[in-house]
């Protein structure tokens, strides 16, 4: 069964850092990326990563300061987020699929992880 597991979320001042990890198991996927969900607002897309060209895409409004990678030998995707603001605030999730299609669309991701709290306190 395919899993997406979670972490590395947690409270930082505003200004601060956090990487975000999500292991894959039971197969590999054409791409990867996150979401988030501030509360009581839409899920949004935030970056991805194709996986076999490495090809990386990013939200304007974290173009610069977050940066995703991969490691093909742990199947494991990170969000390193730096120069946090307070408009991060919200669950992150991790999300998989097998489609080359956008990677911004909720609608190309068959697999989702659990989600990870970030905060980023003013």
């Known amino acids: ?10 409270l930082v ?22 979401f988030r969900q501030p509360p009581g607002k ?3 897309f935030v970056a991805a990563i194709r996986w076999n060209s490495n090809s ?6 974290v173009k610069g300061r977050f940066a995703i990678s991969r490691d093909n030998a742990k199947n494991t995707m ?4 730096n120069s946090l603001k307070p408009e991060d605030t919200a669950v992150y999730y ?3 699929g097998s489609s ?3 990677v911004d669309l909720l609608s190309l991701y068959n697999y989702w992880g659990q989600g990870t709290q970030v905060t980023a306190s003013s």
Do not use: K, N, P
Request: proline share 0%; net charge positive; charged share 20%.
């Open 1 to 10: 069964q395919v899993q997406l597991v979670e972490s590395g979320g947690g």
């Open 13 to 34: 001042q505003a200004g601060g850092s956090l990487r975000l990890s999500c292991a894959a198991s039971g197969r590999t996927f054409s791409t990867m990326g996150w």
């Open 42 to 44: 839409e899920r949004d």
């Open 56 to 61: 990386r895409y990013y939200a304007d409004s």
């Open 78 to 81: 990170y969000l390193q987020m």
């Open 94 to 96: 991790c999300a998989a």
């Open 100 to 102: 080359m299609g956008r």
